[in-house]
C-alpha cells in the first residue's frame, strides 16, 4: 500500500512551503524534499553538456514548492488522520 504522497503549495497561497514543513515538523510529521527537481540546477550538471527543451518551469516549481509527506511506511489510519488534521488546521489558520 502507497503511504506517502507529494504536495505542492501553490505560489499564491498565504504561506510557502517551508513554513507548512515547518509546521508539520512541530507537529512529529516527517516530510522530505524532492530530490533533483530541475536537475540542470544540480552540481553535478555544472560542467556537463545537456539540451534543455522548453522554459522548465515546472521543474522550477515542483524543487521549490513540492514536498512528500506520509514517509514512514508503517503509517497507519491514525497516523494519517493526524496529518490531514494539521495540514487542514494549518492552512486554515493563515
Known amino acids: 500500500t502507497r503511504r506517502s ?3 505542492s503549495v501553490k505560489e499564491d497561497a ?3 512551503r517551508n513554513q507548512l514543513i515547518a509546521e508539520l515538523t512541530a507537529r512529529k ?3 522530505r524534499l524532492l530530490f533533483g ?3 540542470i540546477r544540480q552540481p553535478a550538471f555544472a560542467d ?3 539540451r534543455i ?3 522548465l518551469k515546472h521543474t ?3 524543487m521549490n514548492n513540492s514536498f512528500w509527506v506520509g514517509v514512514y511506511p508503517g503509517l497507519n489510519t491514525i497516523m494519517l488522520d493526524y496529518i490531514v488534521e ?3 488546521n494549518f492552512v486554515k489558520s493563515m
Open 48 to 50: 556537463r553538456d545537456y
Open 86 to 88: 494539521s495540514i487542514t
Open 5 to 7: 504522497s507529494d504536495l
Open 29 to 31: 510529521i516527517g516530510t
Open 53 to 55: 527543451v522548453g522554459d
Open 14 to 16: 498565504p504561506f510557502n
Open 37 to 39: 527537481g530541475n536537475l
Open 60 to 62: 522550477d516549481y515542483a
